[in-house]
């Protein structure tokens, strides 16, 4: 057997036993052991490195390579610890964070639930990091191991719990982080920080876009380099939110949108006893809904700012069908707890043959097709 398939083996079946012990354990307590585990370098040498690649995956958005579409969504790796085992895992690039200015504990616990009848987790953290000093020590510590693996970088800010001016803490994080990773997300969208959605209404969206951007164009003029602006939004908006939203995205020329974070809504439609709890819910149970979003704001800013599709990929059918409503780039989370460290992997082998079928030479030409 090809040492390639002894390594996807090793790892499917290290991971397989790692779930079931890790099952055994609260959620947060299991979260934070797999981070420790696979942020120490004897483990992260001990990990094979499983990275198929394809012409067919290799694409170019906002002005950035990537060696495929897929990847790790932000929230779970906040402090940057593991970016090392996850470009050995395959990732296209990896987003940390959320990360706040200054290092807070988040909401009271227990704050992380399994819904397993539903594949779906519920969470209400509240923007739980180190604070963007650790951050920035952290990540410095990868870069190279990024670049040797071609795993892209990406930095997700928020505000902190109790800080006075939003908008202040995003501007001083871009200036703080803007050397670290190939671009920036503003994470507005967290259901468990108070007023922090708020920043998606009307006016405060408009004023808060056109901050960042002043901000990230005053730290590119003296930086001699421009990085892309991301904004991380909700699924959880009606026609006329989402209308307004991506013409303010164009006006301010904004360089891409991850759809979606989690949402507060849908729990009449689990099974899982656990979906009375307070938090938002990821998962299987949130791929419809943030495709509707996807798909719309698709359309509002037709195809002309680049949009990462997030929100229950389990498979690679799920990553096309993301692609399909408009997603350029694919990120997955709550999938790789339940699924394992072999799904980016998974995935990135069977998209392939999935645009080979449906008359697609490349991952770009599929992007956004069932709008055309």
Known sequence: MPIMQLSESYLKIASNIAQKILFTLDPETAHDIAINLLSSDFVSQLLPTIDYKHDSLKTNVMGINFKNPIGL?????????IITSMAKFGFGFVECGTVTKYSQLGNPKPRIFRLVDDQAIINALGFNNRGYYEFIKNISQQVKVADEFKCNIGVNIGK????????????????????????????????????????????????????IVQKRNKVA??????????VKIAPDLDDSQIEFMADRILHHKIDGIIISNTTIGMRHELKSKN??????LSGAPLFNQSNYVLGEF???TKGQIPIIGAGGVFSAD???????????LVQIYTGFIYKGFTLVNDICKKLPKILEERGFANISEAVGHLHK
């Not at 969504?73 to 610890?81: E, L, Q, S, T």
């Open 73 to 81: 969504a932000a929230g779970f790796d906040k402090n940057a610890r």
């Open 275 to 280: 979906k009375v709890n307070f938090g938002g």
């Open 221 to 230: 003029n003296e930086r001699n380099i421009t990085k892309p602006l991301v």
């Open 318 to 328: 799920d990553a096309f069908t993301k692609i399909a409503y408009g997603a350029s």
């Open 298 to 300: 698709y359309k509002h």
């Open 160 to 211: 902190n719990k109790n800080s006075r001016n939003a908008i202040d803490d995003y501007t001083y994080l871009i200036d703080k982080l803007y050397d670290y990773g190939q671009y920036i997300t503003i994470n507005i969208s967290s259901p468990n920080t108070p007023g922090l959605r708020d920043l998606q209404n009307d006016e405060s969206f408009n004023v808060l876009l056109e901050e």
